[in-house]
């Protein structure tokens, strides 16, 4: 893999036949509309949309949707091998690449491509971007939706960077949209505006699959993603000094905005249709958030915006999302040491975290448990935790069902969790409780399932033999009968 910028990698995506072009959509909904049908109801591979002539903005301004909508971009993006890309390969593969990935932190450069244009002062127009409205109830228009939201610890310098989702407000505000507990939420509300400072913010819109893949996983808290952004390139990413916000900028992204936020200043956000196909917030009321007074804009010429298109799972960021999810549970079952752990698989129905599964071979008693419980409260992750064993394919969901409802007892292998972490988008807090609480972060919490599938260990070898014909049998009849079978299996 060698991209240094989305550009690059857009002609290796071309030249794959995964890209398509769509000329004259509107930003007002058609372009997510087209996104949505493509997603979930398209054949696959789903292609990777570049919109351009959009009614309203300058010829060559474009729209970018799904950058991870195809297991083969997720492969090439992250720089996996391209030959063995079905879903839990691309788990093992990442898992695999992940733990030796060298941390690469960014190099600083006196100018790159992103300040070929240069917006300050009244210049400042976030208007003149293409940025999309989704859904017929969304509130607003949204520009950063597949972007990046960098940060600055102010006690200890590192640099954060995670998607936000970023309302266009006007001209020159946005509204940033920062869920409880993500590190962006906690460097603003508990550093910057608990002492009642600014806080300086920068946000690339127009971004590389690297830096998508990294915005939206979970670099641990005071690392930067920056170091991984380059550990998966191979190579330092280059960034200039943000005249404004001293924080580093990414020298090749497409757009970059410099501002600030100010204690206490909020604008209304939303509604938004959000990722687990729900306008999951307070519904369709909306809810105040930061302001982001924009100080500058830099963009390259012909700038392409890109976005994600979240809606009613499978969408165009439910696959990358169970595959980084799924490779983060498994990285963290094998840091505490756990043995014995075949595969982990976040459903994209379950909105590709909600419904988590993990398959071992079971080594002691209370083995199938102790996953349980430790993959239920992985950050960010969970709702439902399901244990299965490793003749059960996590990622095959009527494998999972007959597991589940075949090997537990539902009273003895369903637990429930009470008071665990949850944040504003979960719909099954009511909306009447969220609005109690006005402004993020609200103090809300959701019970979380663990169902444990596995034979229990002591009676396993006593267990109802399984009806089905043996690995041997079967290709016996395969290779005698291929005269009737083949056309037909
Ligand atoms: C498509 C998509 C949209 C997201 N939108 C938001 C959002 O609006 N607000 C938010 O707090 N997290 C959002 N997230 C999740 C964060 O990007 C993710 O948790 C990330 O790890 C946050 O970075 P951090 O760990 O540095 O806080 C989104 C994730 C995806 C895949
Ligand atoms: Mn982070």
């Known amino acids: 893999m060698a991209y240094k910028c989305l550009r690059d990698w857009l002609e290796t995506v071309e030249l794959r ?26 054949k696959d591979p789903k292609p990777l ?26 492969a090439s993006g992250l720089g996996l091998p391209e030959d063995r890309i079905d879903r839990m390969s691309l788990v093992r593969n990442w898992t695999k690449r992940f733990k030796d990935l060298p941390l690469i932190p960014p190099k600083m450069v006196s100018s790159g491509p992103v300040q070929t244009n240069s917006l300050t002062g009244l210049q400042v127009d976030l ?39 970023i309302m266009l407000v006007d001209r020159n505000r946005l509204a940033l949209h920062a869920i409880e507990g ?8 508990k550093k910057y505006f608990a002492r009642g400072q600014v806080m300086p913010v920068a946000i690339a819109l127009g971004i590389d699959p690297a830096w998508w893949w990294m915005s939206t996983g979970r670099a641990p808290w005071g690392v930067s993603e920056y170091d991984y952004v380059g550990g ?54 909306p809810v105040p958030e930061p302001v982001v007074r924009v100080k500058a804009i830099y963009h390259r010429d012909n700038p392409i915006l890109t976005c994600s298109q979240m809606s009613v799972p499978p969408h165009d960021s439910t696959l990358m999302m169970a595959v ?61 935790t399901v244990v299965v064993e490793d003749d059960i394919d996590p990622s095959n969901l009527e494998e999972v069902v007959w597991a589940i409802t075949t090997r537990a007892m539902p009273k003895d292998s369903i637990q429930i969790l009470e008071r665990c972490r949850s944040g504003s988008s979960d719909t099954t807090i009511p909306v009447k409780e969220k609005k109690q609480y006005q402004i ?24 109802y033999p399984i009806a089905g014909i043996s690995p041997q049998l079967r290709e016996q009849i395969f290779e005698k009968w291929k005269d009737v079978l083949s056309g037909v299996v």
Request: overall charge negative; glycine content about 14%.
């Open 17 to 42: 036949g995964e890209l398509k072009r769509i000329s004259g959509a509107s930003a007002d909904l058609e372009m997510s509309g087209i996104a949505e049908i493509i997603c979930r109801g398209g």
């Open 49 to 74: 949309l570049l919109f351009d002539d959009i009614p309203g903005y300058p010829g060559g301004y474009r729209t970018l949707f799904g950058l991870f909508g195809s297991p083969w971009r997720i």
């Open 127 to 165: 208007e003149k971007l293409p940025a999309p409205r989704f859904h017929e109830l969304d509130g607003g228009r949204y520009l950063g939706t597949c972007h990046a939201v960098i940060q600055r610890d102010p006690d200890t310098g590192w640099v954060n960077a995670g998607a936000y989702r």
């Open 182 to 189: 993500k590190h962006g939420s906690i460097i603003m509300n």
């Open 232 to 285: 998966i390139k191979g190579q330092a990413e280059e960034v200039i000094n943000g005249p404004y916000t001293k924080l580093p900028l990414p020298a090749h992204a497409e757009v970059v905005i410099e501002g600030e936020c100010h204690p206490g200043d909020l604008v209304d956000e939303g509604p938004f249709g959000e990722w687990n196909g729900y306008y999951g917030n307070l519904g369709v009321l």
């Open 324 to 384: 980084s999810w799924a490779a983060d549970m498994w990285a963290s079952l094998e840091t505490l040491g756990i043995p014995g752990v075949k595969g982990v698989w976040g459903h994209e129905a379950g909105c590709a975290k909600l419904f988590n599964v993990v398959s071992i071979e079971q080594l002691y008693s209370g083995h199938s448990r102790e996953v349980g419980l430790i993959i239920s409260q992985r950050p960010n992750v969970g709702k439902y």
């Open 440 to 463: 993020a972060p609200k103090p809300l919490y959701s019970s979380r399932v663990v169902i444990d599938a596995c034979r229990p260990l002591e009676s396993k070898n006593e267990w």
